[in-house]
């Protein structure tokens, strides 16, 4: 009895010490970065925790991105994975676009001032850490103005990689914990960039902080020579363009970078777009939003849209009023220096005087696939931005043997999709989803990212799993 008594002691003991070293791991700063309650919230109590402010890249430029972290809601925080979310553009907010009408918890209401959950949110199954990237880029900044006018690829990964090593300081419970990084569209350059770098600097360490295990892209900048073969070549099969047009721009565009692309190709473009009208050129079979300009901007500058029941073309609209309310940056503790600037879905300075665009990402593809870093790539197939046979080009350049031939995957006994499984790479598209595939089809969405979680393949009905 008494050995039993010393025993249950001493378990208590051991479960204070350790209750005690995890409340140790709660920093200061991490602790003034928690959001309590955010304007137009719809539920008092949430079954996850939300994060959200600033972490300084370079302190001499007076460098600072911003990011919003929020935790896992379907298994527990302390052991599910850490995911990075990225969106493009370059120059558009990964806090507007990812968290807000893609994968994130909630959806901004048409009134611009309410939210309303979202029931495939991706923090289902992990931890999303959604970042601002680069210096200009939502609530991100920079107190040196050259910053905003000098961005580029090179610089977008280091400061990036920055902030990382230094969130993981106020945020010590996610070292070593599984780390993924994902994006989409222009973060076809960001995320296979960070991934190069984080890899490398792994190298030779044993137990890295960064625990980095793969990364996931869809509609992804991958190769500019093969995505512009397969966007003319989706154009014209699509419809969109005439012959003619679809021969000129094989002509002055093929060998262009697609971030500076020539004199010629830019005006063969603008008689395409012209042929193309009035669509939305991320998914070419919803309605645009006619509410202001912005599906002209759109066009132009290659941006974001959407699809499932309930459809809303003008969701930029109210989450761009929700994030400029005084009240909504004091709860995300934003806009502390008081950028004299309102808040925009995509910031016009950074993307028009990018600096670096590399033309390929496949030499990183091809590094990291032979490093034994996962890969997956998706791909909405109503996007004409960056489609799907652009994709499936870039992808076929790298001559990967195939594991498992072209197969249909099934989401509720209905096709959801393709897949092809390379060695060292999975291609998934997601059938009727636009550029952004978690807005246009949420739930196949969620069920691609626990898939690619797992490194499971996706699911085939089971007659053609026999088959196989």
């Not at 990237?133 to 040196?144: E, F, I």
């Not at 990036?160 to 106020?170: D, M, T």
């Not at 060998?255 to 473009?269: F, M, R």
């Not at 031939?405 to 989803?433: F, H, I, M, S």
Request: glycine share 8%; net charge negative; proline share 6%.
């Amino acid at each position: 009895m008494a050995a039993t008594t010393v025993l249950a002691a001493m378990l208590v003991v051991l479960s204070c010490c350790a209750a005690s070293a995890a409340a140790a791991t709660v920093t200061a700063a991490a602790k003034a970065d928690r959001i309590d309650r955010l304007p137009g919230q719809p539920a008092a109590n949430l079954n996850f925790s939300m994060y959200s402010g600033y972490v300084t890249v370079d302190a001499g430029a007076g460098r600072a991105l911003f990011y919003w972290l929020i935790e896992s809601s379907g298994v527990p925080a302390k052991t599910a994975p850490l995911v990075l979310w990225l969106n493009g553009g370059p120059g558009c907010s990964s806090v507007g676009y990812g968290a807000t009408e893609e994968l994130g918890a909630f959806r901004v209401n048409a009134d611009g001032r309410t939210l309303s959950l979202n029931p495939y949110a991706w923090n289902k199954v992990a931890n999303i850490l959604f970042l601002d990237s680069p210096a200009g880029v939502g609530y991100s900044y920079s107190n040196t103005s050259s910053d905003l006018y000098g961005a580029g690829d090179n610089k977008t990964a280091h400061d990036s990689y920055a902030f990382l090593i230094n969130w993981l300081e106020r945020f010590p419970q996610y070292k070593y914990r599984d780390f993924y990084i994902a994006g989409e569209s222009y973060a076809g350059h960001y995320v296979p960039q960070l991934s190069q770098l984080v890899y490398r600097n792994n190298k030779g360490i044993k137990k890295a902080v960064l625990n980095f295990k793969g990364f996931m892209v869809g509609n992804a900048v991958i190769d500019d020579y093969h995505d512009y073969i397969g966007t003319f070549e989706y154009w014209w099969s699509h419809g969109l363009i005439s012959d003619d047009t679809y021969e000129k721009l094989g002509l002055a565009c093929k060998y262009d970078v697609a971030e500076h692309p020539s004199q010629k190709c830019q005006e063969i473009t603008e008689v395409a777009a012209a042929e193309q009208g009035d669509i939305d050129p991320y998914n070419i079979y919803a309605s645009p939003c006619k509410k202001t300009s912005l599906q002209k901007r759109r066009m132009i500058r290659g941006r974001t849209p959407w699809l499932p029941r309930g459809y809303d073309p003008c969701t930029e609209l109210y989450f761009t009023k929700y994030y400029n309310l005084p009240e909504v940056q004091k709860a995300f503790h934003a806009n502390v220096t008081g950028i004299p600037y309102p808040w925009v879905a995509c910031s016009d300075p950074v993307y028009d005087y990018w600096k670096d665009s590399p033309r390929s990402m496949l030499p990183i593809y091809r590094e990291l696939i032979s490093a034994g870093v996962r890969i997956w790539v998706f791909s909405g197939d109503t996007d004409s931005v960056v489609p799907l046979t652009a994709t499936r080009h870039s992808i076929d350049a790298l001559s990967l043997p195939t594991v498992t031939n072209w197969y249909p995957w099934y989401d509720d006994e209905e096709v959801g999709g393709w897949c092809q499984v390379y060695k060292g790479l999975t291609l998934v598209t997601v059938r009727g989803a636009g550029h952004e595939v978690p807005l246009h089809r949420p739930r196949q969405g969620l069920k691609l990212f626990e898939h690619f979680l797992q490194d499971e393949p996706m699911p085939k009905p089971v007659d053609l799993v026999q088959s196989f």
